[in-house]
């Protein structure tokens, strides 16, 4: 339903834009969210954005780095993320949040894509 794409390899301070398509679907009544894991750890929430696109929230790690922005009539979320670190290394994965709640929380999201490799390196 979700497909995530634009993941690969940069160096540290380069830039990587992810995208989040909904091929046959609309979510665009809906916020829309990236999360990431790295080997080991739990999955993080990075950014969110309202189905307006008017309201952001970011994580205090990637806070004026990434910026997630959304193309309604494209049913499509991106997350330009600029000065890339090695911490940066995760899979990144969009989904849907439907319902009131936390943008924060990934238990409140409903629909998930299969997740990008971003790696980054020093």
């Known amino acids: 339903q979700l497909q995530a794409s634009g993941g690969g390899l940069a160096q540290a301070g380069e830039s990587l834009r992810l995208s989040c398509a909904a091929p046959?679907?609309?979510?665009?009544?809906?916020?829309m969210g990236w999360f990431r894991q790295a080997p080991g750890k739990e999955r993080e929430f990075v950014a969110a954005?309202?189905?307006?696109?008017?309201?952001?929230y970011y994580a205090d790690s990637v806070k004026g780095r990434f910026t997630i922005s959304r193309d309604n009539a494209k049913n499509t979320v991106y997350l330009q993320m600029n000065t890339l670190k090695p911490e940066d290394t995760a899979v990144y994965y969009c989904?849907?949040?439907?319902?009131?709640?936390?943008?924060?929380?990934?238990?409140?999201?409903?629909?998930w894509g299969q997740g990008t490799q971003v790696t980054v390196s020093s």
């Open positions: 046959g679907r609309t979510f665009s009544s809906y916020s």
């Open positions: 954005v309202s189905w307006s696109g008017g309201s952001t």
């Open positions: 989904a849907v949040k439907k319902y009131s709640g936390s943008h924060y929380a990934s238990p409140n999201y409903d629909f």
